[in-house]
T-cell receptor, first 115, second 115 residues
Framework: SQQGEEDPQALSIQEGENATMNCSYKTSINNLQWYRQNSGRGLVHLIL?????REKHSGRLRVTLDTSKKSSSLLITASRAADTASYFCATVRPAGGTSYGKLTFGQGTILTVHP | KAGVTQTPRYLIKTRGQQVTLSCSPISGHRSVSWYQQTPGQGLQFLFEYFSETQRNKGNFPGRFSGRQFSNSRSEMNVSTLELGDSALYLCASSLDRGRDGNEQFFGPGTRLTVL
């Protein structure tokens, strides 16, 4: 079963605008990761934020994590047509047998950036 | 460094048949995870292997099995195929640096269609 929800399910914006996607999860986590998937292909890792971190940046990406609300957001600034893809958050449970190698994904947000 | 490779990329089978999918991880990565992606259920964790041992397993029936070889290459097998097994099967490898969950590197996937 999915760990949580992502919203919006779909987002359509113009090039140059910012895109914000939100993710909520249900259980305690070790870290939360964001991935991008282009058109039914493999996933590409974007950024990892640990449970003791609140914000992280990577290029045009900014991720926040609020463990008290069990939520995270991904901000893509100055979006480009090439950012068009599905974006997934994925959580990793605290260390232990049930966490090995297991990412628990949200349902994803489909982002469309119009040139 | 070469990425994660999966073979075959596309597969068409009929109900009742069995199928074997192959995954070659990034050199040096010893952890290999498998995921199933469908429009209805999203991305779901199948199992994870490390040093030829299955360390974690998702909630899938026993028809789904896997193994890992001494060179870290992994295979997954689905027996007695059902229509609902039609999906994109993704393999991911990681360094598995210890307690913390690591970023995973995904292959392009195998698209399985069951007729």
């Amino acid at each position: 079963s999915q760990q949580g929800e992502e919203d919006p399910q779909a987002l359509s914006i113009q090039e140059g605008e910012n895109a914000t996607m939100n993710c909520s999860y249900k259980t305690s986590i070790n870290n939360l990761q964001w991935y991008r998937q282009n058109s039914g292909r493999g996933l590409v890792h974007l950024i990892l934020i640990r449970s003791n971190e609140r914000e992280k940046h990577s290029g045009r990406l900014r991720v926040t994590l609020d463990t008290s609300k069990k939520s995270s957001s991904l901000l893509i600034t100055a979006s480009r047509a090439a950012d068009t893809a599905s974006y997934f958050c994925a959580t990793v449970r605290p260390a232990g047998g049930t966490s090995y190698g297991k990412l628990t994904f949200g349902q994803g947000t489909i982002l469309t950036v119009h040139p | 460094k070469a990425g994660v490779t999966q073979t075959p990329r596309y597969l068409i089978k009929t109900r009742g048949q069995q199928v074997t999918l192959s995954c070659s991880p990034i050199s040096g990565h010893r952890s290999v995870s498998w995921y199933q992606q469908t429009p209805g259920q999203g991305l779901q964790f199948l199992f994870e292997y490390f040093s030829e041992t299955q360390r974690n397993k998702g909630n899938f029936p026993g028809r789904f099995s896997g193994r890992q070889f001494s060179n870290s290459r992994s295979e997954m097998n689905v027996s007695t195929l059902e229509l609902g097994d039609s999906a994109l099967y993704l393999c991911a490898s990681s360094l598995d640096r210890g307690r913390d969950g690591n970023e995973q590197f995904f292959g392009p996937g195998t698209r399985l269609t069951v007729l």
